[in-house]
């Protein structure tokens, strides 16, 4: 097992395929059903982030299946998914985190001109989010 090694349920890397053109640049390729376990209904980015002590985050979803993908810069993504608890750096443009139902998470730690982008299975639904950590605690405990 590395440092690398996501342990948390419903989660885990996913490798993108990349063309590396040297000094023409990269390249990296996501197709729906097949880097990604799930049909796409929604991409959204994140830019802007002032410093590292921006935060996002802080919430789970119940039934919502996304992949997060850092385009530019790092930050620190923080998983719980009730009983085991990781934080991981997220550099890779190539490589993104599972982020599914039942996952505690929060992104902190932003380097300069960090930018992200997110796949979600679903279109936006407030309702589908649990923003109360005590709740997640009894979501993961009785589902
Ligand atoms: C997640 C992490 C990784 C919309 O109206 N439509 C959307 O598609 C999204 C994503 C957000 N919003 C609204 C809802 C809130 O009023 O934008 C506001 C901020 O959303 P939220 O607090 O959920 O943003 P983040 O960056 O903390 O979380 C986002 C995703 O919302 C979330 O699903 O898992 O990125």
């Not at 991409?43 to 299946?65: E, M």
């Not at 850092?70 to 934080?87: V, Y």
């Not at 992104?107 to 001109?113: E, H």
Request: aromatic share 12%; with cysteine; net charge negative.
């Amino acid at each position: 097992m590395s440092d690398n090694d996501i342990l948390v349920k419903n989660s885990g890397w996913v490798p993108l395929k990349q063309f590396d053109d040297g000094r023409d640049g990269m390249l990296c390729i996501l197709e729906a059903q097949r880097d990604i376990p799930f049909e796409i209904k929604r991409i959204y980015y994140i830019t802007n982030l002032q410093n590292a002590r921006s935060l996002r985050g802080k919430h789970a979803h119940k039934t919502l299946w996304q992949a997060i993908f850092c385009i530019s810069g790092s930050f620190l993504l923080g998983l719980d998914d009730g009983i085991t608890r990781q934080e991981i750096q997220v550099w890779r443009n190539d490589q993104g985190v599972l982020l599914g139902p039942g996952l505690w998470h929060t992104m902190t730690g932003f380097s300069g001109g960090c930018v992200l982008m997110v796949v979600a299975s679903d279109y936006y639904d407030e309702s589908e989010y649990i923003r109360n950590y005590d709740e997640f605690v009894k979501f993961v405990r009785t589902s």
